[in-house]
Each structure stands twice: as C-alpha cells, then as structure tokens.
DNA sequence: CGCGGAACAG
DNA sequence: CTGTTCCGCG
C-alpha cells in the first residue's frame, strides 16, 4: 500500500504489456516456487520494452541478434522500478541484477558497449514453425531414439505454439494464446516460452499465418509469429533458400553454421535429415545468395535440419514461425548410449568434453575461460530432455554454484522424451544488420528444389484436410 | 562503466 | 529463488 504501484496491471509505461490478458506463461513467472509470486522477471521485462515502440527511445535491439542496448538506463531503471516498486530503483541496481544473468546466462555484455547486452539465446532453440508437427515428425521420433527411445514425445504443437509470444505488431491485443481455455492439459502448460518478441528490431513484420494454423490437429486455433527470431530476426523469412531443405532451421545464408559439418557427420538421424545435396555438399549458392557464407570448409551453412516438414519452406514469410526453446540444461551428461547424436554436436561449442560429461561452456572463471560472449559462444543446446519443470532437475551447474540454471528450461511439453534435437547453438548470425535480412522478403525462388516437393505434397495434403473438414462440415 | 561479493528482503 | 542494496575494485 505504501507503494503505489500498479502490480500487476497496466502501468502507465507498459501498456498493453501488461494487461492481464497478456500474461507470460507460469513458468515464465515462477513455477511453483515461489508462491504467488508471479512477479515478472527483469528480464521478461527488459524483453517487453524491448518489444513495444514506445521504448525504442529508451532500449532497442541493436547490433546483433538479441542484441540491446539500454539508450536510457535511468529510465530503464525506472521503468523497472515503477514495475517492482523499487522508487529507488537505479542503473547499477538494475545492472546488478542484470549481472546475475551472466551466471544464469540469460544474458551477457556485449564487451566494448555501454549498455549493451545480449541475450544469450544459445539456449534458445529456434525451430521452423513448421516443425510444429514435429510431434508427428520423423525428426521427433528419431528424437526419440537419442533420449533412449522413450516414448513418444509430447512436443504438441500446442505446446510449441505456446511458446511463442504474442505478436507485437499486429495483434496488439493479447497474446497468442490466451490460455486458459485451451487448456493445455495437465501439464501442458508447463514451460512455456511465450516471449520473445525479438524481432521487435523494427520488423514490423507479423501477421498471422493464416491457414497454417488451423492444421495442427491438436489444437485449437494458434498463431505463429514468426518472423520472430532471437538470432535472426527475420532471418526465417523464407525467402529463399531454395537450397535449404525442407526443414532446415535457419536459412544458409544466415548460419556459416559450425554445425553444420557436425551435423552432416551425424550419425545416424540427423545425418538422414540432411538432404543429400546438403550433406554431401550441396551446392547452396546458386542464386548467389552467398550472402556471407564464409568460406568456411565445406561451407555448407549449417542449418539444422529438421526432417522434413510439410509446407515448410514453401510458404510465405508469413507461414512460418519458430518455436522458441530454452533449455537449460546444457546437455545432458550422458549420451544416451546408443546415441550418437549429443554428440556429434557436442564439441562444437565447448571443448570437446573433457571430462565426463560436461563441461561447461563457459568453463567458469577457471582456466580456459572462453568468453561468453563472444558469440562464439556456440553451445549446443541438448535438448534431449524436455522434461518438465521439475522432475530431474538435474542441472549441471557451471560453476560455482549450481543453482543457475534451473528453471529456465523450457521445454515443449514437457514430459520427458519429448525432445528436440540437439539442434541448437545458434551460430552466430552471419549477417551484421539484422534488420537487412528482416526487410527483403525475397519472394521465393522460382523453382524450388526437389527438395521441396514433399513438403509440398504435404502441404497439399494440409489442405486437404481442411478441405475435406469444411466438406465434412 | 562494469563487475561480483555479501547481506538482506519477499 | 530473484532480485535489491551496498560497496570496493579495476
């Protein structure tokens, strides 16, 4: 009472934002620990402005991807305060807290930038959205394998669709999902990512995909930001691409992709997803598009691929949607024994395991200390563990304590097997302007590859259903 | 400015 | 736990 603050509702600064209806999903908040605390975490705050025009004077995306710079820390700070009821809130305060993140690794510095820091989304794995069915994917099945073959994963696409956060622009209401009447099951509403507006870089470029939302059959009526990508905002606009496979997570241009190599040399599945022009050595490029290919041997740009999906790079900017994954734990110690695959990637980012099991990326102040921020920082995301929020908490902690990441994971849907792959560890964007490769929404080549034509077919197919549905009804 | 320890609060 | 508040250090 002392304190004047508007709670939880509309603060004056944060419109929209704040609603009620616009509400990060539990674990956003807090899971079950603390109670009733459902204080919304700097960070999905620093996120919020980030995400609303209005700030843009105050904190912006800028530089790389989930990259941001605080153009006005005071009023970022007070901003902050007025929504913690903290009047003496002040830069350092925020920053101090903002610090913890590094340990959290939510975010780092940007070395060099006055207030600059940047997300760090190498835990944050982005998927087409067309992946969404990747609870019927083949990709997710064969994920399956690597956790130990459990069952079959629960990545709903409802799950996934709940990831995504509401659409800035458009929208302007709520968010996506306003769950609650969905109700996303008993543990459906476990982890959910639902932020992430990245994009907000100035892209003004959401709208609903209109039909591809109502194909999941699981649920209910979603929609898919998209273009919504931490690393490359707007990087998923299909554009182009031709020679991406149906499928791959990021556009060639975009990822040099350390990953790459190690995924064409993935044993078993995921070398399967690679197309065989792209494993092998496909020849990307053709229209030129180099865009910043780096030379990098082989040079096949990394992307991750999924198996293929249906409609996934035929469709418009406007079609896809990336599910946003934040795990938290960086991989899971053990490989599951048959599978190969944590492992392929595992060396990319991190040493190459010395030890048992893990190391951290970070290798924590000790001795090698890599750089966290440097956008090398290419860690492999595992996410062969999409358990729920609580159950094994197995977290490895870096360093010191290892209270740091806990409950950031995010999984799909929780129940463990679910997994994706360990796709993840955004390489660095190649392209320095983020926004560049938001505006050219080049529309899609020609003639697309023959790799295309099944997710064709199955967006065909896509159709079909509803046509045969409207019939029906 | 930025960092991280420490104590403390809710 | 997630900050908040202080503070000394570089």
């Not at 109670?35 to 919020?48: A, D, N, T």
Request: hydrophobic share 30%; glycine share 10%.
């Amino acid at each position: 009472m002392d304190c004047n603050c508007v709670s939880d509702l509309l603060l004056p600064p944060v419109p929209a934002l704040w609603t009620p209806g616009f509400a990060f999903p539990d674990w956003a908040y807090k899971p079950e620990s603390s109670p009733g605390s459902r204080q919304i975490q700097l960070w999905h705050f620093i996120l919020e402005l980030l995400q609303k025009e209005e700030y843009q004077g105050v904190i912006a995306w800028q530089g790389d991807y989930g990259e941001f710079v605080i153009k006005d820390p005071d009023e970022v700070a007070r901003l902050w305060g007025i929504r913690k009821c903290k009047p003496h809130m002040n830069y350092d305060k925020l920053s101090r807290a903002l610090r913890y993140y590094y340990n959290k690794r939510i975010l780092h510095k940007t070395k060099g930038k006055r207030f600059t820091y940047k997300f760090n989304f190498s835990k944050v794995v982005l998927v087409n959205y067309p992946i969404l069915d990747m609870a019927n994917s083949p990709f997710f099945l064969a994920q399956n394998h690597f956790n130990g073959g459990s069952t079959a994963p629960d990545c709903s696409p409802e799950a996934i669709q709940s990831l995504f956060p509401r659409l800035p622009d458009s929208g302007r209401g709520t968010s996506l999902f306003d769950r609650g009447t969905t109700a996303p099951g008993p543990e459906g509403d476990k982890l959910r990512l639902d932020t992430f507006p990245f994009l907000s870089s100035g892209a003004p470029c959401y709208s609903k995909p209109p039909s591809l939302l109502g194909p999941y059959p699981r649920n209910p009526p979603f929609d898919y930001p998209w273009g919504f990508n931490p690393y490359l905002p707007g990087a998923f606009s299909l554009n182009n691409c031709p020679k991406l496979p149906p499928g791959s997570l990021y556009p060639s241009q975009f990822y040099p992709n350390p990953l790459q190599s190690s995924l064409s040399q993935l044993p078993h599945p995921f070398s399967s997803l690679l197309p065989p022009g792209e494993a092998g050595g496909g020849e990307r490029g053709a229209a030129g598009q180099t865009g910043g290919t780096n030379g990098t041997a082989g040079g096949q740009p990394a992307r991750l691929c999924l198996p293929t999906y249906p409609g996934s790079l035929s469709m418009g900017r406007t079609d896809i949607g990336n599910v946003v994954t934040l795990v938290e734990r960086e991989r899971v110690e053990a490989n599951p024994p048959g599978s190969g695959l944590s492992l392929g990637l595992a060396p990319v980012g991190l040493g190459a395991g010395n030890g048992t099991g893990q190391q951290s990326p970070t290798e924590r102040r000790g001795g090698v200390k890599q750089d966290p921020e440097s956008d090398s920082d290419l860690e492999i995301t595992d996410l062969s563990d999409c358990s729920s929020e609580n159950e094994n908490e197995h977290e490895f902690s870096i360093g010191k304590e290892s209270r740091l990441a806990n409950r950031s994971q995010i999984v799909l849907d929780g129940k463990k097997g679910s997994v994706l792959p360990p796709i993840s560890s955004l390489p660095p964007p190649v392209s320095p302007h983020p926004l560049k490769s938001l505006m050219p929404i080049t529309p899609p080549p020609p003639s697309l590859p023959p790799s295309l034509s099944p997710s064709m077919a199955l967006h065909e197919r896509h159709r079909e259903t509803e046509t045969l549905k409207m019939i029906h009804s």
